[in-house]
Nanobody
């Protein structure tokens, strides 16, 4: 059973930066992709970014493109999300997700992911 544990959230002023980490355990093979999603109070969970493990190809939501960067560490089986130029509207619980099943493209629908972390809170003060 794959387990994902996020860390790195916190309180930051607008314009600041944070780096989120997601460490995976319990896996015996590389995932197809890992992604980050977020959910603000009263809103649905939304796609933030994803990385296809083999090759490191990435995709971002338009709202974070140019500000956030997703990356991975193959040896540590860890995925990161660097959040720069943070805005108040970035405030949310950020979730790490893994798609273990093979795929053929980017996936931004949460239903396409198999495992989820518990989430880490990011709060941006204006």
């Amino acid at each position: 059973q794959v387990q994902l544990v996020e860390s790195g959230g916190g309180l930051v002023q607008a314009g600041g930066s944070l780096r989120l980490s997601c460490a995976a355990s319990g896996r015996t093979f590389s995932p197809y992709a890992m992604g980050w999603f977020r959910q603000a109070p009263g809103k649905e969970r939304e796609f933030v970014a994803t990385i296809i493990w083999t090759g490191g190809i990435t995709s971002y939501a338009d709202s974070v493109k140019g500000r956030f960067t997703i990356s991975r560490d193959n040896a540590k089986i860890t995925v990161y999300l660097q959040l720069n130029s943070l805005k108040s509207e970035d405030t949310a619980v950020y979730y790490c997700a893994e798609r273990s099943r093979w795929g053929s493209r980017y996936y931004s629908n949460p239903n396409e992911y198999d495992y989820w972390g518990q989430g880490t809170q990011v709060t941006v003060s204006s």
